[in-house]
């Protein structure tokens, strides 16, 4: 049997292994890197699994209970490029309507990386997002192989936003123990995107920090796995630095680039540094508004409905402005539906010429958008006023209660005057708002005495409304039951009455009479 050299089982191996993966691009890099530890390492062969650490966290922002998982390499070589994959679930949810997390941070050495996360609104709600960091300055480690203990700090910065739309501010802090490791080559790949007019460019940032040169050092980029450029370098000496900026001339979307570095150290031996990271070219959505009448009075609901292309759920923003469109105020926040359509009612408190607009805010997805503005006339409303109360016929010593009723529903402030039937003055009894309804109610005072009483409501002038007054109310007051029994004689009272008087009064006599003859009789016998 003929002998087979150790370079031909090699190639065999190879072989098999590109044949087991063949047609994923990610396996092929698996493969690249498997070719690079056989054919530099066979004489003292050394196989280090990549495992990674998991660490979760549980805290609390302002009720709201977040867990975050975050999958770190568990040993970090200096020089290179560490991917951390994290994701972010609400357990359970807090208080105001919304939690928004606006800024992740990730911290190990002289190293700090952050994103956006976003807005959570409910229970079981998760986000999952990657955070690519270099490994600088970890710590000083003479020796390469060597490996030494820092710290991975994470940041969370935002706010929760309550049901008036005013927020208050929410952070998190954390760290925990990282193993990092000095290779003998370390080349830094780290890869970054940035806007300029309007123009999103991907920044390829080459380093050599190890002590010795590296050969032919080749950079290939692909964006969502297909191939998209490719650089070069023929020498990189020690503590070399090297940037390539490359415009990405790519539809709005969201896109995960790869770069796979190749390179050979001073020792013969074939390396690939390998990094990513997540770019996004930032789409401006198309906002369309109307409203179902150009024309109108305040107080009066009109809809306002529109559509955001393309097709998705988009926080919108209506706004307001009263002075030509030189400022504008918020009326609402809404959400579209899936298909982009928003709606709603609104009861304009102003007047005059009014432009409305719909404006999507600027997210992570999303540039600003605005829609054209449309003119609303809205004129002063004259309500109409309805008095009525519960009772309208009372007893002395009694009240009842006053109810008003403005159309259209309105908080408005409202004079209530009284007055006797027979006077000619009105007298001012109290004034009241109504609620956002057109409704309110006030008691009477207790009625001392009868009589008819009339009422009326007056509606005040608003910006938005004229005055109006309301129909008049006619309340009457009797004398009770009881005071009718106690002054009222019944009719045969005084004909019993008198017979008894004069029996008195002829018994009174007849005793006078009797007095008086004997006393006289005594005088005479002395």
């Not at 010593?397 to 039937?421: C, H, M, Q, W």
Request: glycine share 6%; hydrophobic share 45%.
């Amino acid at each position: 049997m003929p002998r087979t050299s150790k370079a031909s089982y090699r190639i065999k191996l190879l072989g098999s292994i590109r044949r087991l993966f063949v047609g994923s691009r990610s396996c092929e890099m698996i493969v690249v890197s498997l070719a690079c530890v056989l054919l530099s390492l066979f004489a003292t062969p050394t196989l280090i699994a990549e495992e990674s650490v998991k660490y979760t966290f549980v805290f609390n922002l302002l009720d709201w209970v977040v867990k975050t998982e975050l999958n770190v390499p568990k040993v970090l070589e200096e020089g290179t490029v560490a991917t951390i994959e994290t994701s972010f679930t609400i357990m359970e949810k807090g208080e105001g309507i919304m939690l928004t997390l606006t800024n992740f941070e990730v911290e190990i050495g002289n190293s700090v990386v952050s994103t956006y996360v976003g807005y959570f609104t409910y229970a079981g709600q998760k986000r999952a997002l990657s955070l690519t960091i270099p490994i600088l300055g970890v710590g000083k480690i003479e020796i390469p192989g060597l490996t030494a203990t820092t710290a991975i700090t994470i940041r969370l910065r935002g706010y929760v936003t309550y049901a008036d739309w005013t927020r208050e501010d929410v952070n998190f802090t954390y760290s925990a123990p990282i193993i990092v490791q000095t290779p003998i080559a370390a080349p830094l790949v780290s890869l970054d995107t940035t806007e300029r007019d309007g123009k999103v460019f991907l920044s390829i940032i080459l380093r050599n920090l190890g002590p010795h040169e590296i050969y032919n050092v080749y950079t290939m980029l692909y964006v969502n796995g297909s191939y998209y450029t490719m650089k070069f370098i023929n020498v990189m000496r020690s503590g070399d630095y090297m940037v390539f900026i490359e415009p990405l001339n790519l539809k709005p979307g969201i896109y995960v680039i790869t770069s796979e570095t190749s390179y050979v150290t001073v020792y013969g031996v074939n390396k690939v540094a390998v990094a990513s990271t997540r770019a996004i070219i930032p789409l401006i959505p198309l906002v369309t508004i109307e409203a179902s009448t150009s024309h109108t009075t305040a107080l009066r609901t009109l809809l306002i409905n529109g559509r955001v292309e393309p097709r998705a759920i988009y926080p919108v923003v209506i706004e307001m402005s009263t002075d030509g469109g030189n400022s504008w105020r918020a009326i609402a926040t809404i959400k579209t539906d899936e298909l982009g359509y928003f709606a709603y009612n609104w009861k304009p408190y102003v007047t005059g010429k009014v432009y409305l607009r719909a404006k999507v805010a600027e997210t992570e997805l999303y540039k600003e958008a605005l829609s054209r503005a449309i003119l609303l006339e809205i004129e002063k409303v004259m309500p109409i006023v309805v008095l009525s109360a519960a009772q309208t016929t009372l007893s002395v010593g009694d009240f009842t209660k006053i109810s008003i009723t403005v159309s259209p529903n309105a908080r408005l402030p409202i004079a209530i005057f009284y007055k006797e039937v027979e006077a000619s003055d009105w007298v001012l009894y109290t004034v009241i708002n109504t609620t956002e309804d057109g409704k309110a109610e006030v008691p009477t005072q207790f009625f001392a005495r009868i009589g008819s009483y009339v009422f009326k409501a007056v509606a005040q002038e608003t910006d938005y409304s004229y005055k109006a007054e309301s129909n008049e109310l006619l309340i009457t007051v009797k004398e009770s039951a009881q005071d009718q029994e106690k002054t009222t004689i019944p009719p045969l009272a005084p004909q019993l009455n008198q017979p008894i008087m004069v029996i008195v009064l002829v018994a009174s006599i007849v005793i006078a009479m009797v007095l008086y003859l004997f006393g006289r009789r005594r005088a005479i016998e002395t």
